[in-house]
């Protein structure tokens, strides 16, 4: 979840623990995880550095509320963001100037035939990810289950406008069904499609409704990892799309006034079985709860539902 902004599994683990606790030694966050006392004070200076976290002399160290200091990272990458969307054009300018790319790194699409092609195949040969921005309009037909089940992860940021073609909703409904992560944007850079972190193809032009002047099949590796950068930094800054009895929602589910309290108290550091008692409920109720509160927002850890709630402003920071 946090991997954009640079933080590994470990240092989540250690900023959620933080932040159950509020308030912690380095040795209650060690004894707790298992982890030993020198790796936790590393990820303690990581997290630091990020504005995350905060430390006293006195030994404690104190979370940044989620919404405060996960919302001033994202705010920092949105920025970082529209300078690569400025380096983007910058190079796609370059190419149509004429200037020369080493062999290999750089190829042109012109027909439909050719899009389509290359659509197919490079998916059927995929063996990790294919990563996505979709956003009208459309040049070839906009039948997107021909997108198949062939890669073991699909992660496909949509562009809001995406959704005044009726076609759209229903066809997502299917991916989230099949295991697809989808997230929306209010609005996106581009068009592209990345397979397994080594070819991108995009448009040539950033507002192109055509085929004309063609696509970029992008194989550079600098190139391709600026690109990949740039859809992690979109996807960190999207916001989530599930599938309920009613149809596409995205963001945090509607809680009831339980659901608020439970996650209220927990940020809080209460562990579970004070929480059931102050609900008049059983720990196993508690935990059923959150279990599905997480599958709805589409959360990995109870600090990302944590998240995903204050920044709704469905509980208080």
Known sequence: MLGGFGIDEREEAVYAEILRRRQTTVTEVSDALGIDPATVGDCLAKLASLGLVTGHDSGLHTAVAPDVGLGALIVQRQAELQRVHGRLAELVAVYRTGSSWPAGQVETITTPEQLATWIDTMERGAQTEILAFFRPPYILNPDLETFSRFAPTYRYVYERSAFDDSRVPEEISGFLRSGYEIRIADALPNKM???????????????????????????????????????????????????????????????????????????????????????????????????????????????????YAARSGLIPA
């Not at 589910?253 to 809080?268: C, G, H, K, N, R």
Request: no cysteine; net charge positive; aromatic share 4%.
């Open 193 to 307: 499609i990345i397979i397994d972190r080594q070819a991108i193809l995009l448009p040539m032009r950033l507002d192109q409704t055509s085929m004309h002047p063609g696509f970029l099949l992008i194989r550079g590796e600098s190139l391709v990892r600026m690109l990949v950068d740039l859809f992690e930094r979109v996807w960190t800054a999207a916001t989530p799309l599930r599938v309920t009895a009613a149809g596409l929602a995205d963001g945090v589910p509607a809680m009831d006034e339980v659901d608020i309290l439970l996650l209220t108290m927990l940020l809080s550091g209460l562990p579970d079985k004070t929480v059931a008692a102050r609900l008049g409920t059983s720990e196993r109720t508690v935990q059923r709860r959150l279990r599905r509160l997480m599958e709805l927002t589409g959360a990995n850890s109870r600090m990302q539902l944590g998240w």
